[in-house]
């Protein structure tokens, strides 16, 4: 039996990022940046108001704190304004934030600072030179790396990348997953079970646990387990694919014939894992391109377990994030729990914060059977019970994995 730190270590040595494509700035957000993207002019381009109010030389306001100061209005500049203005001495010009100060004016006064007339205005606080003011370059200047490589992006990246004028940006795109689901009892969802059959679960849950994780999903569905069909079927996803999910196609008649189908179009290694559930899988890679593939367990639960151990973070290193890992907390039990000896337990979970001390708690859900899926959409983590552990008592401390966040 290969122990789960094994088996994982040969899935992330098989992670292949996609080559870089050039997308348009709207699609990129959660996407690594893959290149440094470089400012071709400042930002803000112009010195501009930071605030609505009035354009001045601070010079003309500067003893407005002991002695109000009036200063004739002569104009107004609205934001977007591409009239040039000049401001003469002992003048002020009635301005919206955003918009480009006048020559001569190194300062803008608050509205709250005045009485805000529009024909004269009475200024009753001084203000500095460039208060108020967005400098030219003051965010960016021209030559300076907006966004680096690598970045991850997300709204603030895509507000910069528009900010400097950038309309497309190149980026490590998304792997593309493309998830089978085999059985005979399988029906899909928009068809009425017969004796002995059941709705295709998997195919619809794998799919929105690649998504969840970041990769481009073609959803199957369900594939009869016919050597030929499934074989062409198979090359051909292998051809679209940097990761191809193939579920209950382990153990059984199934098993057989799908490893039949594949035979020639790489190594795949069946074989038991150390873990709990899900511990009957495959890996192995396929194609010309050695794409890596899975066979996960046909029960669900099973399988979104399997899939969250080790093809959640395979997804992730393609995608190039530096830990692919999800983020692990110790978290004091509330509910005893039992772990089957020899097999790394994965169990669900309800994680809990304490108010007064911050500490985490963590109530086991549904211990009892790997089939049961309800308690896995109750969870928000998974508890990792150690191979040589079989019981855990309430108080205990154990390591959690947290999962997509709810609501």
Same mark, same amino acid.
């Given at each position: ?13 098989? #992670?292949?990022?996609?080559?870089? &494509? ?7 957000? @959660?996407?690594?940046?893959?290149? $440094?993207? =470089?400012? $071709? ?8 108001? /930071? ?12 003893? /407005? ?10 104009? *107004? ?10 401001? +003469? ?40 030179? #460039? ?11 021209? @030559? ?13 990246? &895509? ?38 059959? =059941? ?15 970041? #990769? ?25 694919? *940097? ?5 209950? %196609? ?6 057989? *014939? =799908? ?14 894992? %150390? ?14 391109? /050695? ?11 099973? /399988? ?22 999800? !983020? ?15 097999? !790394? %337990?994965?169990?669900? @979970? ?8 911050? $500490? ?17 959409? $109750? ?7 150690? *191979? ?16 997509? +966040?709810?609501?």
């Amino acid at each position: 039996m290969r122990s789960v730190d094994e088996q994982l270590a040969r899935v992330i040595a098989a #992670a292949v990022r996609p080559a870089p &494509v050039r997308v348009a700035i709207s699609e990129s957000q @959660g996407l690594l940046c893959a290149e $440094e993207v =470089v400012a $071709e002019r400042a930002l803000p381009g112009f010195d501009q108001a /930071a605030v609505d109010g009035y354009a001045v030389r601070s010079v003309d306001v500067s003893g /407005a704190n002991g002695n109000p100061v009036q200063l004739p209005v002569v104009g *107004e500049i609205p934001a977007g304004s591409r009239q040039p203005r000049r401001l +003469q001495p002992g003048q002020a010009v009635r301005i919206a934030t955003g918009a480009p100060l006048p020559t001569l004016a190194d300062a803008v006064v608050p509205l709250g600072y005045t009485d805000g007339h529009q024909a004269k205005v009475t200024v009753n606080r001084s203000v500095p030179s #460039a208060g108020f003011v967005r400098r030219t370059g003051e965010d960016v200047q021209t @030559g300076d790396v907006a966004v680096r490589r690598g970045a991850s992006i997300g709204a603030a990246q &895509v507000g910069l990348l528009a900010a400097v004028g950038r309309n497309k940006v190149l980026v490590h795109p998304r792997p593309r997953v493309s998830v089978i689901s085999l059985g005979e009892e399988l029906v899909d969802v928009d068809r009425t079970p017969g004796q002995g059959q =059941v709705y295709d679960v998997n195919s619809y849950a794998l799919a929105a646990a690649a998504r969840d994780a970041g #990769a481009e999903v073609s959803r199957v569905g369900i594939m009869s387990a016919d050597p030929r069909r499934l074989r062409e079927v198979i090359e051909g996803r292998l051809l679209l694919s *940097e990761i191809v999910v193939i579920a209950g %196609g382990v153990g059984g008649t199934v098993g057989d *014939e =799908v490893r039949a189908a594949i035979t020639d179009l790489g190594d795949m290694d069946v074989t038991r894992v %150390g873990m709990h559930p899900g511990s009957a899988q495959g890996f192995g890679r396929l194609g010309p391109d /050695a794409v890596p593939t899975f066979l996960l367990p046909a029960n669900p639960m099973s /399988a979104l377990v399997v899939f969250e151990v080790l093809v959640r973070p395979l997804i992730r290193a393609a995608l190039g994030k530096k830990n692919p890992y999800r !983020r692990a907390v110790s978290a004091r039990l509330l509910s005893p729990l039992q772990s089957t000896k020899g097999r !790394r %337990g994965f169990l669900r @979970g309800q994680l809990l914060r304490d108010a007064d001390n911050g $500490e985490y708690l963590v109530q086991p859900l549904g211990t009892s059977g790997s089939h049961l899926l309800a308690s896995l959409a $109750e969870a928000n983590c998974l508890i990792m019970v150690d *191979e040589d552990v079989t019981e855990v008592s309430v108080g205990e401390e154990v390591l959690v994995s947290f999962l997509a +966040q709810r609501g």
